[in-house]
Every structure is written in C-alpha cells, then in structure tokens.
C-alpha cells in the first residue's frame, strides 16, 4: 500500500491509502522523496487551468529514488538517485521522433493530465529518468523540471554579450531567468516585480538592478522605454507584456513565458512597427543534461530558492502555505526521507 494525496475539487485535497502499482515493461517504480509546490499545482486546483480532472495526485517537480524495474528496463538499478522529466509523447509522431515530445498533440505531463508524485510511489517510464549527481540533493533536484523550461527559452534567444535585459516577475522562474542570462553573457539584467524580499534575492543571485513595481513612482526607477535588448516575460500578464514592448528597443526580443491564463490585449501594431522578435517557450526535452551540470556546478543556485519545507504528511499544510503566504514563499518542498513500514 502507499499513501497518496489528491486534488479532490476546487482548492481541496484528501489524503488516502491506494494501492502500489508493478511498473510494466520500460517502467520504473520511483520512491518518491521531494516534490516541488509550483503555481501551476495552485491553478489547476483552482478549476482553471484546464489540465486533468479530479481525483488526481498532482506534482510534476519530483525527485525519489528508483525502487523496482520492470521488463527490458537496463542502465537502472535500485538504489539510484533520480529526477523525473514529467512530459510523456506520445513516442511515434513527427515530433516524437524528431527529439520533440514537448510539441506532440497527444503529449501530457504527470501530475497535470497524468497522476503525479503527490504519493510515495509512482511508476514512471523508465525513458523519463535523469541520474542525479552525487551534489545535488533531493530538494535541489525537483528544481530541474522548472530550470529545463526556462533553459529552454534561454536557448530560443539570440543572446549576445554585453546586452541589456529585463526580466519581469519575481517569483522562482524570474530568479532562475536572472541567473541563466547572467551566465550567457547578459551585461546588465534587471528584475521587476512586487515583493522587496524576492527582489532583494534576485539582487544576490545576480540582477543588476531591482524595481518595485509597487513603489516605482516613489523611488524605484524602470528602465527608460526602447533601451533593452531582451525582455523575459515571467509574469504572464496583460499589463507585464505591454511593459516589456514598451521597454524593448527596436528589433529586440520578447520571451513569452508566462500563462495568464486568459485570452488577452496585445500591442501588436506597436511589436509590428518596432520589428519585435515574440517568442513562446514550454518544455525543452534536450536540455536535461545541461541543467543537472548547470546546478552541480553551481552556475545557477536554486537552495536560496527553497523557504520553507514541509513532511509528506503535511503536504496539505504546504499548499495551505502555497496558497495564502501573501509573498512570502518563494519555493516550498515537500520531503518523504524514509518509507513507512505499511508501504514496503
């Protein structure tokens, strides 16, 4: 048996005790030990996301360690420390082959259409495992489902050294943006948001300058409009996109990011007549190995991210938390160190 806790309606969750599943052939059984509460766990609760229908275990930022193979599975044994790439193609399309699963129409994510690892053990395709390095812990390594997706935007823009750029929102994704353009080569990167705390981090991990948006008539000053080479849109807004138009210079770039959630105005004349670059950027299955060796190096830091930590059998208490910090949570993670006697 194996506890489990799952999206039962609209801002509720329930725990339960579920049956452990035999992973099939190319399956992996994963024990699951930290899960990652991102935004996106919040929004589906909240019957507006549109992906998957309750009862559902969500969480989709997972690290555990390997706990029994199925048929044909090799290069695994157990023991093995892992994280788990959620997007699951549909293995046979164009896109499929072409290295592409994050742009197959049949394509879905575990713990958004596909039961998550908000339960302490979750079979997995053997092919979605990336070995953990000895110095990332477990905490650490559910953060590189969210790195691998802002890597993968990085990679989509024509970054070049010395530019200017401005990242806009100051939750986890804006300060793992900060930290990748810095590492590209970005001379000056400034980061806008509404909470002093958050701000304050991305000063240490690297922005040049911060900007309350709450307080930039007051003393915080934005960048002068047309002078960034490249815009970041992390917030996912209607008023965060007409910012970073505006900011833009003439031909620069504007990553869109960020989900409102909503259809919404945009300023195309404006994009048109300044030849604005508009880019969308998702998942990015072939930058894996490139964000495990980016965190084990340390060029991009993600324990000053984590605030706060909670027990599995909190994990309620986490989303609580998630739900109603009023900023005060940058990254939450929930942790399960040892398996209880009853799931064995």
């Given at each position: ?52 229908e ?36 549909c ?15 049949a394509?879905?994510?575990?713990g ?8 302490e ?25 969210t ?25 986890p ?7 990748l ?28 300058a911060?900007?309350n ?18 815009v ?39 994009a048109?007549l ?9 998942n ?54 040892e ?6």
């Open positions: 048996m194996k506890r489990i806790w799952e999206w039962t309606g609209i801002d509720t969750i329930a725990s339960r005790e579920a049956e452990r599943e035999a992973p099939g052939a190319g399956q992996v059984e994963i024990r699951i030990r930290s899960i990652g509460i991102c935004g996106t766990d919040l929004h589906i609760m909240s019957g507006h996301a549109g992906f998957g309750p009862p559902l275990p969500l969480g989709h930022e997972l690290s555990g360690v390997v706990e029994r193979l199925g048929a044909g599975v090799s290069g695994w044994q157990i023991g093995d420390r892992v994280c788990i790439d959620p997007l699951i193609g293995g046979t399309c164009a896109e499929c082959r072409a290295g592409n699963k994050h742009r197959c129409s394509a879905g994510e575990i958004l259409q596909f039961p998550g690892g908000w339960q053990y979750l079979v997995v395709p053997a092919a979605n495992l990336y070995r953990l390095p000895d110095s990332i812990g477990f905490d650490e390594a559910t953060q590189a489902e790195l691998h997706c802002c890597l993968g935007g990085i990679d989509k823009l024509d970054i070049r050294l010395g530019q200017h750029a401005v990242v806009l929102g100051d939750g994704t804006g300060l793992y943006y900060v930290q353009l810095k590492a590209a080569g970005v001379s000056r990167v400034t980061l806008i948001g509404m909470q002093d705390s958050r701000l304050a981090l991305g000063r240490r991990l690297g922005a040049d911060a900007v948006l709450r307080q930039a008539e007051a003393g915080d000053r934005l960048p002068e409009a047309e002078t960034q080479d490249i970041i849109d992390a917030a996912g807004n209607e008023a965060s996109i007409q910012l970073g138009i505006e900011l833009l210079k003439r031909g620069g770039e504007l990553l869109l990011f960020g989900l409102p959630g909503e259809r919404i105005k945009v300023d195309v004349q404006t048109v300044k030849e604005l670059r508009l880019l969308g950027s998702t990015a299955p072939h930058v894996w190995p490139r964000v495990l060796d980016m965190m084990a190096s340390g060029r991009v830091q993600v324990q000053p991210l984590i605030t706060q930590r909670y027990r599995f059998d909190q994990l309620d208490q986490a989303i609580a938390f998630a739900r109603d910090s009023s900023g005060e949570a940058v990254k939450i993670i929930v942790n399960n160190d398996p209880r006697e009853e799931s064995r």
